[in-house]
């Protein structure tokens, strides 16, 4: 089993930043982070790849966040530069042994329970 747990949501305006971390208990092959806003699918942002840290992202979200890890702090961090206001959902940590990273809720046994991140306009 793995523990995953988020912080790091606020609001804030548009234009702004944040960083969202994971606590993990134990790494596994494939880190990611998936948003949901109410009413509509859950959507993968981004993926790490811990065994060569190859990293992927939704084209949203390209140039403007950075997912990365604290392996001595066991962190997964989501930094978001220029929020918009299409940013906002609730946030989720995601991660499973799986043999290639994909931004498939599917593919994911283990989940946080999600931080809000509002961005207003």
């Known amino acids: 089993q793995v523990q995953l747990v988020e912080s790091g949501g606020a609001s804030v305006q548009t234009g702004g930043s944040l960083r969202l971390s994971c606590a993990v208990s134990r790494w596994t092959f494939c880190m990611a982070w998936f948003r949901q806003v109410p009413g509509n699918e859950r959507e993968g942002v981004a993926t790490?790849?811990?065994?060569?840290?190859?990293?992927l992202y939704v084209d949203s979200v390209k140039g403007r966040f950075t997912i990365s890890r604290d392996m001595g702090k066991k962190i997964v961090s989501l930094d978001m530069n220029n929020l918009q206001p299409e940013d906002t959902a609730v946030y989720y940590c995601?991660?499973?042994?799986?043999?290639?990273?994909?931004?498939?809720?599917?593919?994911?046994?283990?989940w946080g329970q999600g931080t809000q991140v509002t961005v207003s306009s």
């Open positions: 995601a991660a499973d042994d799986i043999r290639v990273c994909t931004t498939s809720t599917r593919d994911f046994t283990h």
């Open positions: 790490l790849d811990t065994r060569d840290e190859e990293l």
